[in-house]
């Protein structure tokens, strides 16, 4: 029995940054032989170990092969003569397939240190095109290892073109898109994660709705880029710039989805895309398991985004009714991410990145303001009937000051 480590911890060394987890490979063993050492297993479709101690993972050498469409039609052959240059075959990177004995050699019989040396994704072998999921692990390495200087292969680029092309990305399970989609969105660059998906088609499969967006116009007056797609790829790195939430990212992703659907007629411009962008993210989050909390802040801000661009412009009774039209009384903190993913979409524009946004204050002052009456003086002194009323009145009267105020300072 031999045991090496594998894949990240190993990619990771080279390339000079921390490792998250260690995993191990195990030649020359079978499944009895790691539970007589007290190891759990944990694999459903093939062998996987924790250790003991350490609870890392510890998978049985294998090969697999092709058997039907999709991610789960393979079958896998654990034996004990499957060496670990077949192991490392099936992997679906060069970067991902090198391998390190217990004496610290390396094993790397598919060139990833040299394409770790040149930063290149590139695909192991030709078993690359049998698991869909490659495409959705491409894109996201492309993104994560953006800023390292890594771009896709030509050749591997056009694999992934020709599996699209076959279908194969029809095939993934809704699960499965999210999560490589989630991870993506948490990271950074992870503009690069849907560039990459487009440029080999994915996108236009597995997010229609994002992937319309490329070459719609809006004006130039307010859109320097012009191009629909582009900004809302700008969005997303502006939202990276002021948010770790995933929620705020999502609201990025998802914001102008509506303008995909414009009438020709009406372009460039793009009356009420606000409203057709909130139905775009419920079908979206119907057809992936996009959390509740990334649809609800999707929403608010796809139909209000535009209010907040103008927040200096409306009356305080307007002000007052996106403020009880976003829930900001009961939900501040959602609040503050839709401002957040407002001043985003402001900075996502050919040469505004860096523009001040105003508008996020001004809201917050506004909304400090209605928050800061005595509802529960207002309810004791006013009949039951009427306490929504008066306690709306008077938010609307304290907003009204705040205006009066603000207009004075200016």
């Known amino acids: 029995m031999q045991v090496y480590l594998v894949g990240g911890a190993v990619r990771d060394e080279f390339l000079g940054i921390p490792h998250r987890e260690r995993d191990w490979c195990v030649v020359g063993a079978q499944p009895t032989e790691l539970e007589a050492q007290g190891y759990q297993r944990v694999g459903k479709d093939f062998p996987v170990f924790l250790h003991p101690e350490t609870k890392e993972e510890y998978a049985l050498a294998r090969t697999e092969r092709k058997t039907a469409p999709g991610y789960h039609g393979f079958e896998f052959d654990c034996s004990t003569d ?54 959705l692990r491409v894109a996201r390495f492309a993104a994560r290892f953006h800023e390292l200087g890594f771009t896709v292969a030509d050749e591997t680029l056009e694999l992934m073109r020709s599996m699209v092309a076959a279908g194969e990305v029809d095939a993934l399970v809704a699960d499965r898109v999210w999560k490589e989609t989630e991870l993506a969105l948490a990271g950074n660059n992870a503009r690069v994660y849907f560039e990459v998906l487009r440029e080999c088609g994915g996108l236009r499969v597995l997010l229609p709705e994002v992937d319309a967006l490329f070459g719609v116009p809006q004006p130039e007056r307010w859109h320097p880029e012009i191009d629909t797609g582009l900004h809302v790829m700008m969005v997303i790195e502006q939202a990276e710039r002021l948010s770790d939430d995933l929620e705020v990212r999502f609201a990025a992703l998802t914001h102008d989805l509506g303008k995909g659907t414009t009438a020709k007629r009406d372009l460039p411009s793009h009356p009420g ?12 989050a119907e057809r992936l398991p996009v959390p509740n909390a990334c649809r609800d802040l999707g929403l608010v801000v796809a139909e209000f985004h535009t209010h907040c661009h103008r927040a200096l412009e409306l009356r305080p009774k307007t002000i007052l009714k996106v403020l009880e039209k976003t829930d900001a009384f009961r939900r501040p903190g959602r609040f503050d991410q839709f ?22 204050g001004y809201f917050r002052g506004a909304f400090a303001a209605a928050s800061s009456i005595d509802a529960a003086t207002i309810a004791r002194e006013t009949d039951d009937r009427k306490i929504p009323a008066a306690i709306h009145s008077a938010r609307k009267q304290a907003i009204s000051e705040f205006v009066r105020r603000y207009e004075r300072s200016a």
Request: some cysteine; charged content about 35%; overall charge negative.
């Open 82 to 135: 499957v060496s670990i240059e077949e192991d490392l075959e099936r992997r679906d990177l060069t970067i991902n397939a090198i391998a390190k004995d217990g004496e610290g050699n390396v094993i790397d019989p598919y060139g990833g240190l040299a394409d770790i040396e040149s930063r290149t994704l590139r695909h192991v072998s030709g078993a690359f095109v049998e698991d869909p999921v490659r495409i």
């Open 273 to 284: 895309h606000e409203i057709r962008g909130c139905k775009l993210i419920r079908k979206m």
């Open 339 to 360: 401002l957040i993913a407002c001043e985003a979409d402001a900075r996502g524009r050919a040469g505004l990145e860096n523009r001040r946004y105003e508008q996020a």
